[in-house]
């Protein structure tokens, strides 16, 4: 059983920072690309940022380009997101996904394996 645990999010005022943390556990999880999607109330699941396995090939969608960096941590299966100069329309619920494979893709429907999720709030 593949387990992806996403921590770090929460309420915090336009220009501030959050860091998201993703962990991934599971006997039978092996290093894979990862990636982190955002969905807001009404709208589709979007692509937020992607990495390979090797953490050398990233993708970020360009609506978060220049402000969040995505990364890879120690341990082979966890993955963060340093999200800075945050806006009232980030506001959405931030998810971790995993995908067989080692290079990385921008649909949903690509990633196998997914967190439940973490709210991030933008509001003054």
């Known amino acids: 059983q593949v387990q992806l645990v996403e921590s770090g999010g929460g309420l915090v005022q336009p220009g501030g920072s959050l860091r998201l943390s993703c962990a991934a556990s599971?006997?039978?999880?092996?290093?894979?690309?990862m990636a982190w999607f955002r969905q807001a109330p009404g709208k589709v699941r979007d692509i937020v940022a992607a990495i390979s396995v090797s953490g050398l090939s990233t993708y970020y969608s360009e609506t978060v380009k220049g402000r969040f960096t995505i990364s890879r941590g120690g341990a082979a299966n966890t993955v963060y997101l340093q999200m800075n100069s945050l806006k009232p329309e980030d506001t959405a619920v931030y998810y971790c996904?995993?995908?067989?494979?080692?290079?990385?893709?921008?649909?949903?429907?690509?990633?196998?394996?997914w967190g439940q999720g973490t709210q991030v709030t933008v509001s003054s």
């Open positions: 599971g006997r039978t999880f092996n290093p894979r690309a």
């Open positions: 996904a995993g995908r067989v494979g080692v290079v990385f893709a921008t649909t949903p429907h690509d990633y196998n394996y």
